[in-house]
C-alpha cells in the first residue's frame, strides 16, 4: 500500500507550471547548471516540416464507369425489386424469385453474370444457390454456434470461426446475409445477436468469393467500417472508393466512420497522401492516429518528419514510435530520437524524452540523463519520469544503469521545481529498490537532505520509502522527525510514526548520538536539532 501511495503522489501535479524557485529549494550543485547551459548552446532543428499545399492535388482515380443498360423481363424487374427491397420486406421478395423455381434458373444465371450493380449480380447468384441446392441452403439459414462455443468464457472469437466456416461454401448467401441486415446494430440471422455485424466474418467470405470486390463495394456504402478489408482486397481501386466516400475531405472530428474510412486509405495517391498529412498536422488526436497507422503501413519514409511531430502528442507517443520502428527500422528510429532530444524546440525534446523510455538502457539511458539537466523544467520532470519508467518496466530487467544517471537524478533532487524533484526521488528510488544502481553515500544524502524539504509532497515520497535508504535507523529517524514536528498528522505517516514509537518509545540519548556522528549530512542535522531541544 505505502508503494502506491509512494508512486501517486511521485506524479501529483505533473502537469503544473513551473514555479519560481523558493529560496528554500535544495540546490542542485554546479556541474549540472553548466550541463544546462551546454543542452541550451548545442541544440539543432531535428527536422522541418514541409508546407503542405492549400489546395488539394487531383487524384488519379477514374471517374465512376456508367452502370450497363437493365433489362426489362419480368425476371429483371423482380430482381431490381429486391436489390431495392426495405429490410422488412426483403424476404418477402427474395422468396418470390425463389418460388419461380427451376423455370427461372437459366435466367437467373445470366443475370447473376450480366445484371447491371454488383448487388443484383450477388443477389442472383444467392436465388440460384437456394434453387438448386435447397438443403444446403435451409441448413445455412439455421446455423446457431454450437453449445461448446457458447459455454466458453469469451465466446464471440469461436462463434466467428463457427459462422465463417458454415457460410465459406456460400459467399453468394453471406453476401445475401449482410445485404440483408438492417444495420450495425442488426440481431436477425444469421448474426443473430452472437456476431456483431461491424465484425462479422462474412465479409472475408464475400471478399473471397467470385465478384468479390464489387460486392464488398456495395456493403461499405452501408458499412463503411469494411472500407479496411474493401482497401486489402484491391489497394488501388478500394483506396479511390474511399476517397470518393469522403468526398475528398477529411471527416468532420465526431465522425468515427469517416476515421474508419480515412483509416483504410492504402495508395500513394496524391489526394489520399494528402488527406493523411493534413490529418497527422490539422485533426483532432483520433484522427491523427488513424492517419499514422495509414501512413506507417505504407512505409512511407517521406512521412518520418511528421511522425517524428507527432511525438509532441502525450498520449501518441509509443504507437507513434512504432510506427517509426515499422517505417525506418529500429536503428534509424533510435538515431532519430537522440537528434530529437537535441531539437531546440522543448515540446520535441520532451517528445523524445516520451519515446526513448522504450529504447535499450545501454543507448537510451544516458540520453534520458542529459534531458534531466535540460533548461526547460517540463523537459526535465519528462525525462525523470522516463527514467523511472525504464527503471521500473524494461524488458531489460538486469542491465544496470550507469553512472551518468545517478548524477543526473541526484542533481535534479536539488530542481527548484517541486514537481522535478518529487519525480527525481521517484526515479532515485526505483534506482534502488529495482537494484539498477547501487546504494551508496550521495544517495543516501540525497533522501536525507529531502527530509527538510519545505514541499509536503516531496516529504511525503521520502518519509513513505524512509527504510529502503535507511534499513536500520529508519523507525528511530520517524520518531525523531515526530518529536521536531516534522511528520505530517495524516495517513499513513499518522500510522507509520505510531508503529515507530512503538518500537522506540523513548530514544536515548546514546541512540541519538551515535545518529549525529553519522556519514549523512542530513541525518546530522536532524540528530543535532533532537539533541538541542532535550
Known amino acids: 500500500m505505502k508503494r502506491l501511495v509512494f508512486i501517486g503522489l511521485a506524479f501529483a501535479g505533473c502537469g503544473e507550471p513551473p514555479p519560481a524557485r523558493p529560496p528554500h529549494a535544495l540546490t542542485a550543485d554546479a556541474s549540472a547548471l553548466e550541463d544546462r547551459t551546454a543542452v541550451a548552446s548545442s541544440c539543432e532543428t531535428a527536422f522541418t516540416l514541409a508546407e503542405l499545399p492549400t489546395a488539394a492535388p487531383a487524384s488519379r482515380c477514374l471517374p465512376p464507369a456508367d452502370p450497363a443498360a437493365r433489362a426489362s423481363d419480368a425476371r429483371a424487374l423482380e430482381l431490381a425489386e429486391l436489390a431495392n427491397a426495405p429490410a422488412e420486406r426483403f424476404l418477402e421478395k427474395r422468396d418470390q424469385l425463389v418460388s419461380r423455381?427451376?423455370?427461372?434458373?437459366?435466367?437467373?444465371?445470366?443475370?447473376?453474370?450480366?445484371?447491371?450493380?454488383?448487388?443484383?449480380?450477388?443477389?442472383?447468384?444467392?436465388?440460384?444457390?437456394?434453387?438448386e441446392k435447397p438443403t444446403e441452403a435451409k441448413r445455412v439459414d439455421g446455423w446457431a454456434p454450437s453449445k461448446g462455443a457458447l459455454m466458453l468464457r469469451n465466446p464471440s472469437f469461436k462463434v466467428a470461426a463457427e459462422l465463417e466456416a458454415a457460410f465459406a461454401p456460400y459467399p453468394e448467401l453471406a453476401f445475401e446475409a449482410l445485404v440483408r441486415a438492417r444495420d450495425a446494430s442488426d440481431a436477425t440471422p444469421p448474426h443473430g445477436g452472437f456476431v456483431p455485424v461491424l465484425r462479422s466474418p462474412l465479409f472475408e467470405v464475400?471478399?473471397?468469393?467470385?465478384?468479390?470486390?464489387?460486392?464488398?463495394?456495395?456493403?461499405?456504402?452501408?458499412?463503411?467500417?469494411?472500407?479496411?478489408?474493401?482497401?486489402?482486397?484491391?489497394?488501388?481501386?478500394?483506396?479511390?472508393?474511399?476517397?470518393?466516400?469522403?468526398?475528398?475531405?477529411?471527416?468532420?472530428?465526431?465522425?468515427?466512420?469517416?476515421?474508419?474510412?480515412?483509416?483504410?486509405?492504402?495508395?500513394?495517391?496524391?489526394?489520399a497522401m494528402h488527406l493523411l498529412r493534413r490529418a497527422l498536422r490539422d485533426g483532432p488526436v483520433k484522427t491523427k492516429s488513424v492517419a499514422a497507422d495509414a501512413l506507417a503501413r505504407q512505409k512511407d519514409a517521406s512521412a518520418v518528419p511528421d511522425l517524428l511531430a507527432l511525438l509532441a502528442e502525450r498520449t501518441m507517443a509509443g504507437p507513434v514510435r512504432?510506427?517509426?520502428?515499422?517505417?525506418?527500422?529500429?536503428?534509424?528510429?533510435?538515431?532519430?530520437?537522440?537528434?530529437?532530444?537535441?531539437?531546440?524546440?522543448?515540446?520535441?525534446?520532451?517528445?523524445?524524452?516520451?519515446?526513448?523510455?522504450?529504447?535499450?538502457?545501454?543507448?537510451?539511458a544516458?540520453?534520458?540523463?542529459?534531458?534531466?539537466?535540460?533548461?526547460?523544467?517540463?523537459?526535465?520532470?519528462?525525462?525523470?519520469?522516463?527514467?523511472?519508467?525504464?527503471?521500473?518496466?524494461?524488458?531489460?530487467?538486469?542491465?544496470?544503469?550507469?553512472?551518468?544517471?545517478?548524477?543526473a537524478v541526484i542533481a535534479a533532487a536539488g530542481d527548484g521545481s517541486p514537481n522535478v524533484r518529487r519525480l527525481a526521488l521517484n526515479a532515485l528510488w526505483r534506482l534502488v529498490v529495482e537494484k539498477r544502481r547501487p546504494l551508496g553515500a550521495a544517495m543516501r544524502a540525497t533522501w536525507a537532505r529531502a527530509l527538510s524539504d519545505r514541499d509536503r509532497q516531496v516529504q511525503n515520497l521520502v518519509l513513505a520509502e524512509l527504510d529502503d535508504f535507511f534499513p536500520g535507523d529508519a523507525e528511530l529517524i520517524v520518531v525523531l522527525l515526530g518529536d521536531l514536528g516534522r511528520v505530517p498528522d495524516e495517513w499513513p505517516h499518522r500510522d507509520a510514526l505510531a508503529r515507530a514509537r512503538a518500537a522506540h518509545p523513548a530514544p536515548t540519548r546514546d541512540q541519538v548520538a551515535t545518529l549525529a556522528r553519522s556519514a549523512v549530512p542530513g541525518l546530522r542535522a536532524i540528530a543535532e536539532a533532537w539533541l538541542a531541544r532535550k
Open 101 to 131: 423455381g427451376r423455370g427461372a434458373l437459366s435466367r437467373l444465371r445470366e443475370l447473376a453474370l450480366s445484371a447491371p450493380t454488383a448487388r443484383e449480380r450477388g443477389l442472383a447468384a444467392a436465388i440460384v444457390t437456394r434453387i
Open 206 to 271: 464475400v471478399g473471397r468469393g467470385p465478384d468479390g470486390y464489387l460486392r464488398l463495394e456495395e456493403l461499405v456504402r452501408r458499412f463503411p467500417e469494411a472500407f479496411a478489408l474493401l482497401v486489402k482486397h484491391d489497394p488501388e481501386r478500394g483506396t479511390c472508393a474511399a476517397l470518393s466516400w469522403l468526398g475528398g475531405k477529411l471527416p468532420p472530428a465526431d465522425d468515427d466512420r469517416g476515421r474508419a474510412v480515412l483509416a483504410a486509405l492504402g495508395s500513394d495517391d496524391p489526394l
Open 322 to 364: 512504432a510506427h517509426l520502428v515499422a517505417v525506418i527500422g529500429p536503428e534509424e528510429t533510435e538515431k532519430q530520437l537522440v537528434r530529437l532530444a537535441r531539437d531546440c524546440r522543448a515540446e520535441y525534446r520532451s517528445a523524445a524524452a516520451r519515446a526513448l523510455r522504450w529504447s535499450p538502457v545501454v543507448s537510451g
Open 366 to 407: 544516458p540520453v534520458l540523463a542529459a534531458l534531466a539537466g535540460d533548461t526547460e523544467s517540463g523537459v526535465r520532470a519528462e525525462a525523470l519520469d522516463a527514467l523511472a519508467w525504464m527503471a521500473l518496466s524494461h524488458r531489460e530487467a538486469n542491465v544496470p544503469f550507469g553512472d551518468e544517471v545517478e548524477s
